[in-house]
């Protein structure tokens, strides 16, 4: 028998498609481990490029699977790999390069090392990648709501962003198979399933006349389906049309995560972003028109090349103005071969540290406040787990809500009465008669 280990860094399509190698590894006998201290005969590491220390932790994560075990092989997939072949290939104990096409092949490949005992590399140049590469998922153990990847790569090249290259241009996914597997996880219990992709708004730009609020409305008409969610996606995207549509299916959840990225109008024309702040603004009008109660996330980077500090108090102005329902911070982070790589005026080090603590504490602020706003208001959970004595799971805007339950309620929807908020939580009792 053989054993296999996997390590995922990054996003939700990194979380998605390494779940759909797991799959791969069981179909052909493997056995997965999930014990840190139980040496595996194949490490299978799945990399993201976003910042430096996304880098560096691939690295520590693939040097610490060879001293697990020396005679292991060791297969690095994903963006890291994707950008930086070369760079892989030469840290020690690295056996298979994979980029972020071809991993469906993974298995095939750590048994053609296993026999020549070779180094083996594959990643290729992806911009002339056309067709969306398949990862189907059949089962998710131990989840209660099930992440779908429709669609790969990015055309927006923000000037930050290495993601472009390490993912290709937009693909998008047809939606046969996307029906398809939204419809035989819904059947072995998933009653929520969460739209994922490299950059999602984009879904249907290389389709004849199918986009993404096509998409939405047919998964809305499976049977049993109970809530489709939204990962992040673009402001640009939001229309009049497009939520109507949405609010029109009665299953998409009121939760939306729209990159912010910078409060300040400069600098998001330096980033490349295609909106401005007042556009953006416009956007969460049109969301809470239609989804009143509506969780609104957002990422902010701080310290991008030349922000300064009116740049910093127009986003911090901006947070309090927009009331965010959490707000996700990160520094600015070099990425060699991208424009604000060459941009003059780097930020140092640290004043980035002194302004991401300042925007974590505002945005600490907020969401207490955003959950206050929820005690006495009854929200639709669906519970995820038991922690201790308390079971908790997400509404349909994704606050992370706790109750006690004398019965075992993972895997249900259940509407709850919020009878009391903290900084990253409520706590609510069940309204009996709505337990389904």
């Given at each position: 028998m053989h054993?296999?280990?996997?390590?995922?860094?990054?996003c939700k399509v990194n979380q998605y498609e390494t779940e759909a190698m797991i799959e791969l590894f069981?179909?052909?006998?493997?056995t997965h481990i999930t014990d840190d201290d139980f040496a595996s005969d194949v490490y299978l590491i799945n990399t993201c490029t976003v910042t430096n220390l996304s880098d560096r932790k691939s690295r520590q994560f693939i040097r610490a699977a060879k001293r697990k075990n020396p005679e292991a092989i060791v297969a690095v997939v994903g963006c890291y790999s994707q950008v930086s072949p070369e760079e892989v290939a030469e840290i020690?104990?690295?056996?298979?390069?994979?980029?972020?096409?071809?991993?469906?092949?993974?298995?095939?490949?750590?048994?053609e090392f296993s026999e020549n005992r070779t180094q083996i590399n594959i990643v290729r140049d992806i911009k002339g990648d056309r067709d969306f590469q398949p990862l189907d998922i059949t089962n998710l153990e131990g989840m209660t709501r099930a992440y779908i990847?429709?669609?790969?790569?990015?055309?927006?090249?923000?000037?930050?962003?290495?993601?472009?290259?390490?993912?290709g241009n937009v693909r998008s996914r047809l939606r046969e198979d996307i029906i398809e597997e939204v419809t035989r996880l819904v059947e072995v219990g998933f009653k929520e399933v969460v739209l994922t992709g490299i950059h999602v708004a984009s879904y249907?730009?290389?389709?004849?006349?199918?986009?993404?609020?096509?998409?939405?409305?047919?998964?809305?008409?499976?049977k049993n389906i109970e809530r489709i969610r939204l990962s992040?996606?673009?402001?640009?995207?939001?229309?009049?049309d497009f939520v109507s549509r949405m609010k029109g299916t009665g299953k998409v959840c009121d939760h939306f995560h729209l990159s912010l990225q910078s409060g300040s109008d400069r600098v998001l024309k330096l980033m490349n972003r295609k909106y401005d702040t007042e556009i953006y603004k416009s956007k969460i009008e049109i969301l809470r028109k239609y989804f009143p109660q509506a969780g609104i996330t957002t990422d902010i980077i701080v310290g991008f090349p030349s922000e300064t500090d009116e740049d910093f108090e127009d986003t911090l102005k901006y947070v309090r103005d927009i009331e965010f329902s959490k707000?996700?911070?990160?520094?600015?982070?070099?990425r060699k071969n991208t424009p604000a790589a060459k941009m003059k005026e780097q930020i140092h080090g640290t004043v980035k540290n002194e302004r991401s603590k300042e925007l974590i504490e505002l945005a600490g602020e907020k969401q207490f406040e955003f959950n206050e706003k929820m005690v006495g208001r009854i929200l639709s959970v669906l519970v995820e787990e038991k922690v201790d004595e308390m079971y908790q799971g997400h509404s349909t805007n994704y606050v992370l809500t706790k109750l006690i339950s004398e019965t075992d309620i993972v895997n249900h929807i259940v509407n709850i009465e919020i009878v009391e908020a903290f900084?990253?939580?409520?706590?609510?009792k069940i309204v009996e008669e709505d337990l389904k």
């Open positions: 054993y296999f280990s996997t390590l995922t860094l990054g069981e179909d052909r006998g493997y020690e104990g690295v056996d298979i390069i994979v980029g972020t096409t071809e991993r469906a092949k993974i298995v095939e490949l750590c048994e990847k429709i669609q790969d790569g990015c055309n927006q090249y923000c000037s930050y962003c290495i993601i472009p290259y390490a993912r249907g730009k290389d389709l004849d006349d199918y986009k993404l609020i096509d998409v939405i409305e047919d998964i809305a008409k499976i992040s996606f673009e402001p640009n995207l939001i229309t009049e707000v996700h911070v990160f520094k600015y982070s070099m900084s990253d939580y409520v706590v609510g």
